[in-house]
């Protein structure tokens, strides 16, 4: 490899966030000619992986055992869970604790729990989880927790389901051990739902990069024997995520190793249907890098909603809400608050050189595109 090459794979698994998996590649086969200031650079992110995970190690038991002693019933999603299905617990980078609560009731108390600890709240997250920051030695940790799995659909069938499976869901934990703690996580195929439907929003805000394959990727060759087929085929059916499911599984099978045997669920799926979609999706995947962030152009979200005008409006209004949690109960002043919202996309759009508004709606138009041929919450 040249001094170009090497500097290219750096500026890959800094635009996708796998150092540590990248490093343990090198490591694997043996390569030694890596160039000084390269070999640092994978050397440093590797310490600061380990010792963000030890950190938040220690946080997200912390959380649980503060729950767990006061009766409440929680799940991990993601996160720790995740690490703990790699060969090596501390090459999965981190950022937060999702904890997930299904009584409303326990997560009111939960809340309360947090406040008495000295938890503070975070303000303007999502509207399906609160967040609260606690700090853990020198470190400030975040938690997100969660009254339900995933954020609203926009499509209703697909919203009726989700409620109706995670609602109907005894408590019945999967456990994991990380670093040899229990961690408590949803039962199989509820937990792999979960997880593409966090592939699938990241997808349709400004897109997702390798690290999340990499997690569906391990995810399958552990935890393939507990899933029954039968069970999560009804579950993306019923969500509308068939073909996004299968277009993801493919490409983890072509370009990240998963082998056919850990996905015996994707033979059962008509693939014809959705052929093509996996290698724009790649493409999709391989230039936007981690939450979309090597493409400037990447800032507006759409739904999949076959009139692109139409998914405009809906984000707009979606975004409104967030901005403005207590106006946007007065239906009267809506028309203001989304020419406030609209004033403040094209000003951000500027000022942090996210590129032309075209061609915000030029990427607009083809990830919509896609995401119909993949035909996502259909």
Known sequence: MTEKDWTELWRCAELHQIWGVVSAGLDKFGVKDI?????????????????????????????????????????VLKGISLNSLYPSEEMRKLADADIYIPDRKAFGRAECILREKGFESEKGLAEFHSGWTKKMGNKICLLELHWRPCDFLSDSASEKAIRDIYSELS?????????????????????????LLHMAQHFVNA??????????????????????????LR?????????????????????????????????????????????????????????????NSRVVILKGSSNILKSYVYEVHRVMRKRFPRLRKLVIVWPVLWTVTIAIFLRNNRGLGRGKTSDVIKSAKQRNALMKQMKMFE
Not at 47 to 69: A, D, G, P, R
Not at 211 to 232: A, H, I, N
Not at 239 to 261: D, E, I, N
């Open 171 to 195: 408590y019945r934990p999967d456990c994991y051990l990380a670093a040899g703690q229990k961690i408590p996580v949803l039962p199989p195929a509820e937990n792999a739902l979960q997880l």
């Open 235 to 295: 579950y993306l059916e019923d969500t509308g995520l068939t073909g996004f499911a299968w277009t993801v599984t493919q490409l983890c099978v072509r370009h990240m190793g998963l082998p056919y045997k850990c996905v015996p669920w994707l033979e059962e799926i008509n693939g014809e249907e959705y052929k093509g979609s996996e290698e724009k999706l790649y493409r999709d995947i391989i230039e936007g890098g981690e939450f979309g962030r090597g493409v």
């Open 207 to 232: 897109g997702f990069g390798l690290r999340m394959l990499c997690d569906w990727s391990v995810f399958w060759r552990k935890k393939t024997g507990d899933v029954e087929t039968e069970v999560f």
């Open 35 to 75: 160039p000084r200031e390269i070999r640092e650079k994978f050397q440093n992110a590797k310490i600061q992986l380990s010792l963000q995970y030890y950190t938040l190690l220690s946080f997200t038991t912390y959380v649980l055992s503060l729950l767990k002693n006061a009766g409440i019933s929680a799940y």
